[in-house]
Nanobody, 121 residues
Framework: QVQLVESGGGLVQAGGSLRLSCAAS????????MGWYRQPPGKQRELVAH???????NYADSVRGRFTISRDNAANTVYLQMNSLKPEDTAVYYC???????????????WGQGTQVTVSS
C-alpha cells in the first residue's frame, strides 16, 4: 500500500524558516509529479509548489522567491524549504504525488495526512 508521510511542520516566528519533508513508501513503480498544497484556516486548499521527476518546478505567486521545492528521486522524497515565513503562510500543508504502484498501468493521486505550519507575528 502506497503512503505519503510528512514531517517538519511546527511553530515559527515571522521571518523564520522551516523545512518540510514527504516520503513515499510502499511498492512503487514510478512517481511523476510531487508537490505541496496548503489549506489556511477557513479557506480552500491551494497549490504551493510542485516538481516533476525531471526537476521542472512550478510555484504559487505568493511563495515564489521564498520557498524552494526539491526532490530525491532515489528516496521517493520531496522537500519544501520555506524561508522568510509570514503569518499568512499559516496553514496545514499537504504532500501530493502522482504514483504508479507496482504492477499497475496507470497513476493515481495520493495525499499525505497534513502537517501544521504556524507562523507567529
Amino acid at each position: 500500500q502506497v503512503q505519503l508521510v510528512e514531517s517538519g511542520g511546527g511553530l515559527v516566528q515571522a521571518g523564520g524558516s522551516l523545512r518540510l519533508s514527504c516520503a513515499a513508501s510502499g511498492t512503487i513503480s514510478s512517481i511523476s509529479r510531487m508537490g505541496w498544497y496548503r489549506q489556511p484556516p477557513g479557506k480552500q486548499r491551494e497549490l504551493v509548489a510542485h516538481i516533476t521527476n525531471g526537476g521542472t518546478t512550478n510555484y504559487a505567486d505568493s511563495v515564489r522567491g521564498r520557498f524552494t521545492i526539491s526532490r530525491d528521486n532515489a528516496a521517493n522524497t520531496v522537500y519544501l524549504q520555506m524561508n522568510s515565513l509570514k503569518p499568512e503562510d499559516t496553514a496545514v500543508y499537504y504532500c501530493n504525488a502522482m504514483i504508479i504502484p507496482w504492477r499497475r498501468l496507470s497513476s493515481s493521486e495520493y495525499w499525505g495526512q497534513g502537517t501544521q505550519v504556524t507562523v507567529s507575528s
